[in-house]
């Protein structure tokens, strides 16, 4: 009997069908064995759980009919006995519950990751959600997620004791998506933070936590955890005091002999990943030197080596170019990548710039192994129509720098420091070069190329901007690729780095280093 994220009754691990269960009850008297000591409650004790305030006599009555539709509805499956007053599951019969328990207080008693996850693994969902008001299941339900959670707390300090920061964190943030309001939790992720050198990440759960307890609580969080923020936000200002690392900047000449700037973030062992840049601006340098950019690169460097570079007319790259079209792009995209002897590699690419990866990716297949888009539009000329008719391209033409504030802001949503960074950025790129970027994309659509793109993609949005009427583009791309995932998160802001940033940074994981990504 399975009872943990629903019930299941299964005969030689084969779930049974067809069950009507024409009284709620019966069903019911299942649950209430299969969660007690030894599977076996008195009678009465039955009745008052599931009858309560019955009398004797209708209580007798009403156990005697659920018994008999259990009987019936499962012929030469004996599951309830009864012996000296007391109602019992015959022998022979095991429960999920149990198995969890058992293997839950072992862990917790051995200390070793591995009985940790072995416990987790087990532990399928919630007890009888179905049930969940039902005042015989709270108490065993609240045990049992408690149990859980101790495991998971545990599994995250062998983790990280074991340096295995991610994994770690992984399970902390589950326990903070679980319950917002778990200040322990945060404690612990905090100081993980902290302690692998990302110290912002600890200041955003902060944060959250701090308005989750003054709106659903009207509290203020423990002493300690408002300590450990106070030494983390010390430690962010004085490293914000000093100027960022120079990167290692590097040029190659693409075919046409355009010199292209990019830059190589050593990381983990994982398939190399193409940052493409954000068209039509960028800067490697001033991207570097924003600490929410800085985090984000590095938080993907975790992985894998992460490999940014500049288009042409833009940030450090050759800037008096006068060929900007898409088939120069993919040239340029193609000089870097060669540059570095990458022999396969995945792609991160925002918005417009999709466009310049459908092409390379449908001329060099062999090339790219996985793709994931945030934003992503391959129809620029509906772009165009969209700009046209919310009169940015107008106010583009007229008052540039106007423009690019505008943009910044709507593109940054509620995080003012991001805005400010993005002006700097957009403004780098003078007005001729953004029109001219501009006129190619938005005459360009690349959508019948999709349908021949079989690398698996990933197509990341955020609930609130689909809810705008700013993409109406961004999941068209998905609906004509093979081999599409398309995954929603939380937040405000266009931009890929608005809100927190760590969401997307856990689902860009998740999908390239699945088992069937080679990762």
Same mark, same amino acid.
């Given at each position: +009997?399975?009872?943990? !994220?629903?019930?299941?009754?299964? &005969?030689?691990?084969?779930?049974?069908?067809?069950? @009507?269960?024409?009284?709620?009850?019966?069903?019911?008297?299942?649950?209430?064995?299969?969660?007690?000591?030894?599977?076996?409650?008195?009678?009465?004790?039955? +009745?008052?759980?599931?009858?309560?305030?019955?009398?004797?006599?209708?209580?007798?009555?009403?156990?005697? #009919?659920?018994?008999? &539709?259990?009987?019936?509805?499962?012929?030469?499956?004996?599951?309830?006995?009864?012996?000296? /007053?007391?109602?019992?599951?015959?022998?022979? +019969?095991?429960?999920? &519950? =149990?198995?969890?328990? @058992? $293997?839950?207080?072992?862990?917790?008693?051995?200390?070793?990751?591995?009985?940790?996850?072995?416990?987790?693994?087990?532990?399928? !969902?919630?007890?009888?959600?179905?049930?969940?008001?039902?005042?015989?299941?709270?108490?065993?339900?609240?045990?049992?997620?408690?149990?859980?959670?101790?495991?998971?707390?545990?599994?995250?300090?062998?983790?990280?004791?074991?340096?295995?920061?991610?994994?770690?964190?992984?399970?902390?943030?589950?326990?903070?998506?679980?319950?917002?309001?778990?200040?322990?939790?945060?404690?612990?992720?905090?100081?993980?933070?902290?302690?692998?050198?990302?110290?912002?990440?600890?200041?955003?759960?902060?944060?959250?936590?701090?308005? #989750?307890?003054?709106? $659903?609580?009207?509290?203020?969080?423990?002493?300690?955890?408002?300590?450990?923020?106070?030494?983390?936000?010390?430690?962010?200002?004085?490293?914000? %005091?000093?100027?960022?690392?120079?990167?290692?900047?590097?040029?190659?000449?693409?075919?046409? !002999?355009?010199?292209?700037?990019?830059?190589?973030?050593?990381?983990?062992?994982?398939?190399?990943?193409?940052?493409?840049?954000?068209?039509?601006?960028?800067?490697?340098?001033?991207?570097?030197?924003?600490?929410?950019?800085?985090?984000?690169?590095?938080?993907?460097?975790?992985? %894998?080596?992460?490999?940014?570079?500049?288009?042409?007319?833009?940030?450090?790259?050759?800037?008096?170019?006068?060929? *900007?079209?898409?088939?120069?792009?993919?040239?340029?995209?193609?000089?870097?990548?060669?540059?570095?002897? *990458?022999?396969?590699?995945?792609?991160?690419?925002?918005?417009?710039?999709?466009?310049?990866?459908?092409?390379?990716?449908?001329?060099?297949?062999?090339? &790219?192994?996985?793709?994931?888009?945030?934003?992503?539009?391959?129809?620029?000329?509906?772009?165009?129509?969209?700009?046209?008719?919310?009169?940015?391209?107008?106010?583009?033409?007229?008052?540039?720098?106007?423009?690019?504030?505008?943009?910044?802001?709507?593109?940054? !949503?509620? =995080?003012?420091?991001? /805005?400010?960074?993005?002006?700097?950025?957009?403004?780098?790129?003078?007005?001729?070069?953004?029109?001219?970027?501009?006129?190619?994309?938005?005459?360009?659509? *690349?959508?019948?190329?999709?349908?021949?793109?079989?690398?698996?993609?990933?197509?990341?949005?955020? %609930?609130?901007?689909?809810?705008?009427?700013?993409?109406?583009?961004?999941?068209?791309?998905?609906?004509?690729?093979?081999?599409?995932?398309?995954?929603?998160?939380?937040?405000? /802001?266009?931009?890929?780095?608005?809100?927190?940033? $760590?969401?997307?940074?856990?689902?860009?994981?998740?999908?390239?280093?699945?088992?069937?990504?080679?990762?």
């Amino acid at each position: +009997i399975n009872l943990l !994220g629903g019930f299941e009754l299964l &005969v030689d691990g084969r779930a049974i069908a067809g069950v @009507a269960w024409p009284r709620r009850k019966a069903k019911q008297l299942l649950k209430l064995l299969a969660l007690q000591p030894g599977h076996a409650l008195h009678r009465d004790e039955a +009745i008052e759980a599931l009858w309560p305030g019955a009398d004797a006599r209708s209580g007798a009555n009403n156990l005697n #009919q659920t018994l008999h &539709v259990l009987r019936r509805e499962l012929p030469g499956a004996a599951l309830v006995a009864i012996q000296d /007053g007391r109602l019992l599951l015959t022998s022979g +019969i095991e429960t999920d &519950v =149990d198995a969890f328990r @058992a $293997e839950a207080a072992a862990a917790l008693r051995g200390g070793d990751v591995e009985p940790c996850e072995r416990a987790l693994a087990l532990y399928a !969902g919630d007890l009888l959600p179905e049930d969940q008001y039902d005042d015989w299941t709270a108490p065993i339900r609240d045990e049992l997620a408690a149990m859980r959670r101790a495991l998971v707390l545990l599994a995250a300090q062998l983790h990280a004791d074991a340096g295995d920061a991610w994994r770690a964190e992984h399970h902390l943030r589950g326990l903070i998506v679980r319950d917002p309001l778990d200040e322990e939790a945060c404690f612990e992720l905090m100081e993980l933070f902290q302690a692998t050198g990302e110290p912002r990440r600890a200041l955003t759960y902060f944060r959250a936590l701090e308005k #989750q307890l003054r709106d $659903e609580l009207d509290v203020a969080a423990s002493p300690q955890t408002i300590a450990l923020a106070k030494s983390i936000r010390a430690a962010v200002a004085l490293a914000d %005091r000093a100027s960022a690392t120079p990167i290692d900047v590097r040029h190659v000449a693409s075919a046409d !002999g355009t010199s292209i700037a990019y830059t190589v973030h050593p990381g983990g062992d994982g398939v190399p990943l193409l940052y493409m840049p954000q068209l039509p601006w960028g800067h490697l340098q001033l991207e570097w030197d924003s600490p929410k950019w800085r985090d984000f690169i590095l938080r993907l460097a975790r992985r %894998r080596p992460v490999i940014r570079y500049n288009l042409r007319g833009t940030g450090l790259s050759e800037r008096d170019v006068v060929d *900007v079209s898409l088939d120069r792009l993919v040239e340029d995209m193609h000089a870097v990548v060669d540059a570095l002897a *990458v022999p396969a590699f995945d792609v991160f690419a925002a918005d417009i710039v999709s466009q310049v990866t459908v092409m390379y990716a449908m001329r060099h297949p062999e090339r &790219v192994r996985r793709l994931v888009f945030y934003g992503g539009v391959a129809n620029g000329v509906g772009y165009a129509n969209m700009a046209d008719g919310t009169g940015l391209r107008a106010l583009m033409v007229q008052d540039y720098d106007l423009y690019a504030e505008m943009w910044a802001r709507a593109a940054a !949503g509620f =995080d003012d420091e991001l /805005g400010r960074i993005l002006i700097e950025w957009g403004k780098n790129t003078p007005f001729p070069m953004v029109d001219a970027y501009w006129s190619v994309v938005t005459s360009s659509d *690349v959508t019948p190329m999709l349908s021949s793109i079989t690398a698996p993609a990933l197509f990341v949005n955020r %609930r609130h901007v689909l809810d705008t009427e700013w993409h109406p583009l961004a999941l068209d791309m998905a609906t004509h690729m093979p081999n599409a995932t398309v995954v929603m998160l939380d937040g405000d /802001g266009m931009f890929h780095l608005a809100a927190d940033t $760590e969401p997307l940074a856990a689902a860009i994981d998740e999908f390239l280093c699945a088992p069937d990504a080679g990762a």
